[in-house]
């Protein structure tokens, strides 16, 4: 499966929803490189870092460590963890699920305030952040305490608009819902009920066009004997090649489980984002396999 070429930290990618009516909720993390500037007030929250299994992560700091002092939590799950003078490299485990989070705690061997950093590692479905550059906030510059300063791309809308993930104008993320239009055939193995495609404008653009962010949401119910772990998904409409989805879905679906969302998302041009497709979600075996029509964007 493709990981998608994002450079920021939010998107579209969506957590786990355990509520009969809300909508899956964003999952917020920093992807790519990105700088982080430390504060002193005390309280502050801990930046939130996206990693991915098979990707490694560089943090590089601007003061000397106390390599003694690295903590990470769950250590020896990682596939390896190198503390140099500056700097920290971490692969991530190989079994994490998306959404788990571990905490990197960091001291400074000078006396430059702040004395240490905590880090918040998120696990993410499809990217990971390459390098995290880590600085003191400038002599005499006093930090705000609500969050961290992250080189000017700070978490949530603002560095979704910083990366050019959201267009900084005359566009939000829209929402639809698509669960009247597409009412699941009885009898199916694997069955589907609410539905819910994202829309977002990007400030990119590809082949002269717009580039727009998309994303759907899924409710599953396996009424299968054997559980099932929904693992490719595809776009796809007549005479045009299917587009294939990056998946996230936080566990397999064992048998009779209702109202298990699986997530998927991509980037269209505004012409393609625009066509009516069939959405198909398979596993690896490719055995059971799922098939919507009438899928729309708003």
């Known amino acids: 499966m493709p990981s998608l070429p994002l450079a920021s930290l939010l998107s579209l990618v969506l957590s786990t929803d355990v509520g009969d009516t809300a909508r899956p909720h964003l999952l917020d993390c920093m992807g790519e490189s990105f700088g982080v500037e430390l504060s002193a007030e005390p309280g502050s929250r801990a930046a939130k870092v996206c990693i991915h299994p098979g990707s490694g992560t560089l943090f590089l700091f601007d003061s000397p460590l106390l390599a003694k002092s690295v903590e990470v939590q769950q250590r020896e799950r990682f596939v390896d963890v190198a503390v140099g ?14 959404g788990e989070r571990f905490s990197v705690q960091v001291r400074f061997a000078d006396d430059v305030p702040p004395t240490s950093a905590t880090f ?14 880590v600085v003191h906030p400038p002599v005499g510059v006093k930090n705000c ?5 992250t080189g000017g791309h700070g978490p949530g809308l603002t560095g979704l608009l910083a990366e050019g993930v959201i267009a900084q104008a005359g566009t939000g993320v829209e929402a639809k819902d698509l669960s ?8 199916q193995v694997i069955s589907w009920g609410r539905i819910f495609s994202y829309l977002s404008t990007t400030s990119r653009k590809q082949a002269g066009q717009p580039l727009l962010r998309l994303a759907l949401a899924v409710e599953l119910s396996n009424h299968g004997m054997t559980a099932w772990m929904p693992t490719r998904a595809a776009l796809g409409r007549a005479g045009q090649r ?55 964007f708003p």
């Open 85 to 98: 003078n500056r700097s920290i490299t971490l692969m991530p485990p190989t079994d994490i699920q998306p």
């Open 120 to 133: 918040e590692l998120v696990a993410h479905p499809s990217w990971a952040a390459k390098q995290v550059s």
């Open 145 to 149: 305490p609500e969050e961290p300063r």
């Open 180 to 187: 009247k239009e597409n009412t699941c055939p009885t009898g």
């Open 242 to 296: 299917a587009k294939e989805l990056s998946v996230w879905t936080a566990r397999p679906l064992p048998p009779g489980t209702s109202r298990h969302w699986v997530m998927m998302e991509t980037e269209q041009t505004e012409d393609e984002a625009r066509q009516v497709y069939t959405l198909d979600i398979w596993d690896d075996s490719g055995s059971r396999r799922v098939s919507i029509g009438h899928v729309a």
